[in-house]
């Protein structure tokens, strides 16, 4: 069975850094396009940044764009999400998710993760 585990994320402070990372397991991990999201209390899910299955192409929602940088390592069947510059709006709990191709719509994933919390302190 397929599963996505995140990990990485703590409290970190305003202007620091933090790498989170998702790891796929399963075969199938390569074909598809991988996409981070993220849901802050009181509020929907949020896309943040996309990669093709081929890393051709990312893909960052406008709050994140120049700071978060999104890969992937096929070998190690993993997606990476770097996070620079933090602020207090970036607080919330990251999903990684898989889908056939890159989009800002969640309904379009069919596999999350459960999720890693990252809380930055202002």
């Known amino acids: 069975q397929v599963r996505l585990v995140e990990f990485g994320g703590r409290l970190v402070q305003a202007g620091g850094s933090l790498r989170l990372s998702c790891a796929a397991s399963g075969r199938t991990f390569s074909a598809y396009s991988m996409g981070w999201f993220r849901q802050a209390p009181g509020t929907e899910r949020e896309f943040v940044a996309g990669?093709?299955?081929?890393?051709?192409?990312?893909y960052y929602a406008d709050s994140v764009k120049g700071r978060f940088t999104i890969s992937r390592d096929k070998a190690k069947n993993t997606v990476y999400l770097q996070m620079n510059s933090l602020k207090s709006d970036d607080t919330a709990v990251y999903y990684c998710?898989?889908?056939?191709?890159?989009?800002?719509?969640?309904?379009?994933?069919?596999?999350w993760g459960q999720g890693t919390q990252v809380t930055v302190s202002s």
């Open positions: 990669i093709t299955w081929n890393s051709a192409t990312t």
């Open positions: 998710a898989r889908s056939p191709r890159v989009t800002v719509e969640s309904g379009a994933y069919d596999l």
